[in-house]
């Protein structure tokens, strides 16, 4: 397994067993709280389909320095989900030692595998070819 390959695994585990734990602890203040981290989970996950090439590649570093910062920050998803779990890290992280790993498929060479995560960018309030122009530079 190439170190792509390992990320993309990687960030499909984490972001799977991490909504699975949070939803389970407070579904309403996630869903009032993240809606753009959801948004970009989806994107993210959306850009690991198609193969990879020099563009998709800059594009999903991009996308994940951005995202990254905003949830390790102060007040960020990491400290929401640290005041929710008060007193229940050892269960939790129990739960997620036990969560099956997500299946990894091939990457998808279809046309429509790079269009759909172009929409699941816009959705996301990112543009795909700018980030490209913006990475060339």
Known sequence: MNSLDYNVVSEKDRI???????L???????????????LEHGAITALMVPPPTVSLINVIRYILEKHNLAEEEPGGLY?????LTQGQNQ?????????KEVPVHPPNPAPIAIQVAKRALTRA?????????????
């Open 16 to 22: 799977t067993r991490s909504y699975v734990c949070c």
């Open 24 to 38: 389970k602890l407070n579904p309403k203040v996630i869903k009032e709280v993240i809606p753009q981290y959801r």
């Open 79 to 83: 400290d929401i989900c640290e005041a």
């Open 91 to 99: 269960e939790l992280l129990e739960e997620l030692m036990a969560t």
């Open 125 to 137: 309030d990112y543009d795909f070819d700018n980030i490209v122009r913006l990475t060339q530079e």
